[in-house]
């Protein structure tokens, strides 16, 4: 699911990081996402069994309120509107609640494979 990011090359550059930040924001903003209340892990694709393991470990409210914003999104994309300004989704309310859990799963998953492939040697006595 990991996907290859530019994201620790630029955060240890801070001259190239005070460049980015603005760009950054233009572009979150500039998606449209927040305007109909998402946040950016709300936009993940379901598809693989490793989000479908990460949904299903979120908590009950994190999963409630994920499947409302969905459905509200929906909704307003139905009727070509956006949602008031005080509904939107704010820069500081849209941090990353499901991208940590893919993150431990996928470390599991190669920690499972590492250890399936490791190779046991008996010593000689």
Request: proline share 8%; glycine share 2%.
């Amino acid at each position: 699911m990991s996907t290859p990011s530019l994201t620790n090359f630029i955060i240890k550059r801070p001259w190239l990081k005070r460049w980015m930040t603005p760009l950054a924001k233009w572009y979150a903003d500039a998606a449209g996402y927040r305007k109909l209340g998402l946040k950016a892990d709300d936009l993940i694709p379901e598809e693989s069994d490793t989000v479908l393991l990460a949904l299903k470990r979120l908590p009950p409210k994190e999963a409630y309120d994920r499947v409302f914003r969905l459905r509200r999104a929906f909704q307003c994309s139905l009727a070509h509107q956006l949602l008031p300004k005080d509904q939107q989704t704010k820069p500081e309310e849209d941090y990353p609640y499901l991208m940590p859990i893919i993150k431990e799963i996928e470390a599991e998953v190669q920690e499972r494979d590492d250890l399936e492939a490791m190779v046991v040697n008996k010593r000689k006595s």
